[in-house]
């Protein structure tokens, strides 16, 4: 399945139903008059967050929902039949803007949460509504409210508990496979992440949500590289872990870097609690790996976790740091007892 997190789409709803103009003419009786019904209600555009979906690739082959109108009214006093809502279902944690992308009309952050985006029309009325003792055989009807029509764009943006940041390289993949049921692609070259992986990290009974995204490069908020698109993914996150690499020339201009495109892209990232790991310790001595260790902490870090995430080194201590800034509403118990088999429970959008 191919990841996307962003699709511009366009809605109608439907227009409501036309009065009729209808007159008794039955046999035996005297008297007729105006029996022309109400016409029916058009359909609503309904937006809902449905749990199983991870990606919007669906919007990328079908870009238009429309709602049917209201019925027509008819004789005999007969009132159109309203039109169903059509409901659109989207992953929980999708965005709804207006088609400027400046304005957020709804954030479904809930698995069945809705929204009603566009209403549809109300039914006219028929001639029999304009009986009175003056106009005895109207002739006048309403033809029904028109449709409402908008475009909007939709934005996911993944809901995971903790952020895995860091340059292209830093072993993030890695990482993430380690900890995770998770299958990221794994590469000795740049970007072999092109979009965010989810996994469930399990720990000493609890469990997480750990989003992965795409590396960043000094000029990311610039759009070099892949650009900065994918920090949205990370938003929502409680926590962020940065893997800074201990095999690059200088591990602490690594983590300026990071620091600096997170400012830049703002919505409150750099001010996210971040916990500093310097991984692939294994690629190093213990002597090397304090130094670094103690540079990073030196450039602002408030405390360093060395790791392997390829050996599984140091991993207990960074996982015990990030349940700690996790409410406990946040986290998952498991009973003791519980059986390894079930940890099965990552996924990924790929």
Known sequence: MH?????????????????????????????GGPDGGNGGKGGDIIVE?????????????????????????????????????????????????????????ADLTDAGQSITLLHGGLGGRGNASY???????????????????????????????????????????????????????????????????????????????LADIPGLIEGAADGAGIGDRFLGHVERCRVLIHLVDISVTDPTEAMRIIDDEL???????????????LNKIDLADEELSEAFAGELREAGADKVYPISGAAGQGLDALLDAVISYL??????????????????????PI
């Not at 409501?16 to 009786?29: C, H, L, Q, T, W």
């Not at 209201?70 to 006093?77: E, L, Q, S, T, Y």
């Open 263 to 277: 400012a830049a892209y703002g919505q409150g990232l750099d001010e996210k609690p971040r916990l500093i790991a």
């Open 3 to 31: 990841f996307l997190d962003q699709a511009k789409i366009y809605i109608r709803s439907g227009a409501g139903g036309p009065g009729a103009v209808s007159f008794r003419r039955e046999k035996y009786i005297e008297y």
């Open 131 to 209: 009986k009175s003792s003056t106009n005895r055989a109207p002739r006048q009807h309403q033809p029904g409210e028109p449709a409402e029509e908008l475009w909007v764009w939709l934005r996911l943006k993944l809901l995971a508990d903790v952020g895995l940041v860091g340059l292209p390289n830093a072993g993030k993949s890695t990482f993430i496979n380690t900890l995770t049921n998770t299958r990221a692609k794994v590469g000795a070259y740049p970007f072999t992440t092109l979009h965010p992986q989810l996994g469930v990290v399990h720990h000493k009974n609890r469990e997480f949500v």
């Open 49 to 105: 967050a449905v749990p199983g979906l991870n990606t919007l690739i669906d919007f990328r082959y079908s870009q238009h929902f429309k709602a049917q109108r209201g019925g027509h009214g008819m004789g005999k006093d007969r009132t159109g039949a309203s039109a169903d809502d059509r409901v659109i279902g989207v992953p929980v944690g999708t965005q709804i803007l207006d088609e400027e992308r400046e304005t957020v009309l």
């Open 327 to 348: 409410p406990a509403a946040t986290v998952t118990e498991r009973p003791e007892g519980e059986r390894e088999e079930s940890d099965d429970k990552s996924w990924s």
